[in-house]
DNA sequence: CGCTCTTTCAGTAAAACTACTTAGTCGATG
DNA sequence: CATCGACTAAGTAGTTTTACTGAAAGAGCG
């Protein structure tokens, strides 16, 4: 497996693309293998290129920053997006983790936290800092919003599921019956808006739930 | 006997790396005398290498940090190993322990902790800082011979299951066949000794196979 | 007490997954 | 050229999960 990550730049201005270089050059992981600057341009290349992950600008001159992140996840689902904006708004940030982006930072992003941010997202294909205000109060209720709590028994039925058990197992370990552990299961998955165990346990464990 | 302690690094985060220098800079008595990123690399270069103590990030791009543990136990059973992990979870704990870990830290350490630990295992060859609850149930017994690698299919498949894809939605979006896609699960499974795609996920984003 | 939440369990049905086997194509390797 | 691994696909069969709904007991709370 390969230890560097093959970055695109999309942004159509100069300046943060230098500014994005200089700022991970000091890394030797990260390797910034191609920039443009016009959406369309790129999505018409987009075939031919070879990389790890997009980081992309929300607002770009011919075409948004959303189609560009949906186009993408169509057409090169496996490519993770990072999106950068100008935009604090939560609103921006949840429709385009919802379109598919692994990580949405604000353009005054510590550098630091850039880079933990693309380590996080080649890892586990996704980063979400726990303190971007997903308790803010202007959200309305969302499947993205994951700061619901999952109760005790929950958590017990995860941990169970993440060692491989099945509902079954899961109810014989616990004396009930294998309706109720699916019950949890379907709770869980409500809660944290997967609709699968797999998903499940990817962001159950990305949202140090266990 | 000599006063210093001599440290190696071997965490694929640069930003961990230079964080745990910041973080023993002010300990004279602690020196790191090197640091790597690669554990393939650094195993080969194990028997050339002098130093007391390894600080092991367990998860690693190349190889998983349990075989790296292992393999460095076999070798060099006189270096003693502190883990750090990404993860609380206690049953990683007890897996590192069994293994031949000298202790085992979450990464959000306090550093003085770290500092103690690393004093504690010089001298005892051990740090159990918490009561350890070695009766938690039904540890596998070691299945993780995985020596094998993912080919590049399996973890294409792996990371679309991680975003809680089904078979036939994988299927589709590489244009094949829904029993391919199932092959490379069974496949997938059977190279991690998993048994369903809950425990496939926990064990992929463990070992970092994404 | 009424209310909410947690936990428990079930019916019904569809969809997906797991298990084990066989097999053809293709590219690389020796 | 023969072999091997990766990738593709499918047969057959059993198991599990997912989806949606309903519901009852118990705990905690104002």
């Given amino acids: 497996m390969k230890d560097r990550i093959d970055l695109f730049l999309l942004d159509d201005h100069k300046i943060v693309r230098d500014g994005l270089r200089s700022i991970l050059s000091p890394y030797p992981s990260l390797k910034i293998v191609g920039e443009e600057s016009h959406a369309k341009k790129f999505l018409s290349a987009l075939p031919e290129l070879k990389f790890d992950i997009l980081i992309l600008d929300l607002s770009l001159p011919d075409l948004s920053g959303m189609e560009v992140l949906k186009e993408v996840k169509r057409l090169r689902p496996e490519i993770s997006v990072i999106v950068l904006s100008m935009h604090n708004n939560p609103e921006y940030m949840i429709r385009a983790l919802k379109a598919g982006a692994a990580a949405y930072h604000s353009k005054d992003i510590q550098s630091t936290v850039l880079v ?12 979400y800092p726990t303190a971007i205000s997903l308790n803010s109060p202007s959200l309305p209720q969302d499947p993205v919003q994951k700061g619901e709590v999952l109760t005790q028994k929950e958590r017990d039925v995860l941990k169970l599921m993440v060692i491989g058990m099945s509902s079954k197992q899961i109810a014989a370990e616990y004396g009930l019956s294998p309706r109720t552990i699916e019950t949890h299961r379907l709770n869980i998955m409500k809660k944290l ?5 797999a998903e499940t346990i990817a962001v159950a464990i990305r949202e140090n739930l266990l």
């Fill in 116 to 127: 933990e941010s693309i380590h996080e997202v080649k890892k586990h294909g996704v980063y």
């Fill in 193 to 197: 808006g997967t609709s699968n165990s």
